[in-house]
């Protein structure tokens, strides 16, 4: 499998973060403006979406995001979805994770 553009300007975002605490604290309180800044392209939010970013690299502490509920009740769970819900959770959910937001296409040209 190809990884994306979006999935390596993620990846960049993450390794950026983590060398350097300047960046990071500019990330978290300005993410827009950061973002838009290190890729030299405007992001393209739909109306009325924001983007939070948390810092959790504490690692005495464990993080859960809870994501929006969908609006469509008869959405059918992925291969790796019903896996972590059997009990058979792996990294498979983090590439789905990444998929879905490299799904997003926030990025247009400037």
């Known amino acids: 499998m190809e990884i994306t553009q979006e999935q390596k300007m993620y990846a960049e975002i993450v390794q950026k973060a983590w060398e350097n605490a300047e960046f990071k604290n500019e990330l978290v309180n300005n993410p827009i403006e950061v973002i838009e800044k290190l890729t030299g392209k405007k992001l393209n939010l739909p109306e009325g979406k924001r983007i939070i970013v948390r810092d ?6 464990l993080y859960i995001n809870i994501p929006a509920k969908p609006n469509n009740d008869d959405i059918e769970l992925n291969e790796n979805q019903l896996e972590m819900v059997a009990g058979g ?3 498979g959910i983090i590439k789905d994770v990444v998929d879905f937001l490299s799904s997003l296409s926030l990025y247009s040209p400037k």
């Open 56 to 61: 959790q690299t504490d690692e005495s502490s």
């Open 89 to 91: 959770a792996d990294t």
